[in-house]
């Protein structure tokens, strides 16, 4: 614990000694009344209170002193405070697939609105990210509770060309707290990769495990390029879910498209894919879950699972607000019992 203003404390010392005075002045009372009232009537036409009736309201009084005195001093403290840790990754599809009209628009402004709708319904105190990714992942808002920025940067993505769902998982890994210094998988650094450096404050080896993470993929689950073009885009989809799972970040997949779309885009007709399973190989190698768009019940429920995760922590307090709100009440308790027994404030 500390003290902001220690002086006050030096106060304390003048407790004993109002003790003392006010047992002084109650012992001259008692001398008073004895010296101009007869004894023998005294009791007849007042009602004494007992010891403990005189005591009581005094050290109620006493007590309510000391905690204003420590309230001056502005103590600190640090508490097991309930918080959400929680924090989810969106990971927006942006490539040229995405321009699909088997949806209405198309895909990329249905998944937009879908992200849009997490953002609304997850409760303030989560932090959620923004990446989107096509041939490459770009980080676009980093874990926030800023959720004004998070929808003016939905609102600014724009379709490239190729798709790359193994990049999308391994930047969302390592935007989510307390992983930003992981390093990714040998088998998927992409050329000239180079490691976030994490100050030795915000490192995470003295704080024990990482908060939850998830990430939330809203893909049509097309892959067709990878960082790696020596692994097939199944190995590295692979290569992807252990390197989230061994960070304890799960992969909830939104598909977002039906088969056998032909869409229009720039004059030409085109054969547009829709590849769910590559979502549901992430899903399911990291303890997560496929999700439907259609299924609003079960959407709620599992945004609301991952929205929230509850842990105790430490955090500092100041504890002014809480001893001084003790002290009010000591003080008035301690007047209402001194007027009922004794008919005066002590």
Known sequence: MRFEWPIFLWLLLFVPLLLIFLRAVGKRREKTAEKFAD??????????????????????????????????????????????????????????????EDLDPTRLEVARELAKQFIADAPRSTKIGLTSFSDVASVLVVPTTDRQELL??????????????????????????????????????????????????????????????????????????????????????????????ENGVKLYALPIGEEDTVTRIDGQDYLIPFEPDNLEVLADDTDGQMLEADDEETLRTVFRELTTAIRWEGRETELSAPLSALALVLMALGGFLSLRWQRRVP
Do not use: H, W, Y
């Not at 209170?49 to 005094?58: T, Y």
């Open 39 to 100: 004894q023998r009537l005294l009791g007849t036409i007042l009602r004494q209170p007992s010891r403990a009736q005189r005591r009581l309201p005094i050290v109620l009084q006493l007590i309510a002193l000391t905690a204003l005195l420590f309230a001056g001093s502005r103590p600190f403290a640090t508490l097991p405070l309930p918080q959400n840790q929680a924090a989810v990754v969106i990971a927006l599809d942006a490539s040229r697939s995405m321009l699909a």
């Open 152 to 245: 003016e940067a939905l609102d600014r993505v724009e379709p490239a060309e190729n798709t790359s769902l193994s990049a999308a998982v391994v930047a969302g890994v390592r935007m989510l707290p307390g992983r930003e210094g992981v390093l990714p998988p040998a088998d998927l650094e992409p050329e000239g990769f180079t490691p976030l450096e994490v100050p030795p404050d915000e490192q995470q080896a003295d704080r024990g495990p990482p908060p939850a993470g998830s990430i939330l993929i809203l893909s049509d689950g097309v892959t067709n390029v990878s960082s790696n073009p020596d692994l097939a885009n199944e190995d590295t989809l692979q290569i992807a879910a252990e390197f989230a799972k």
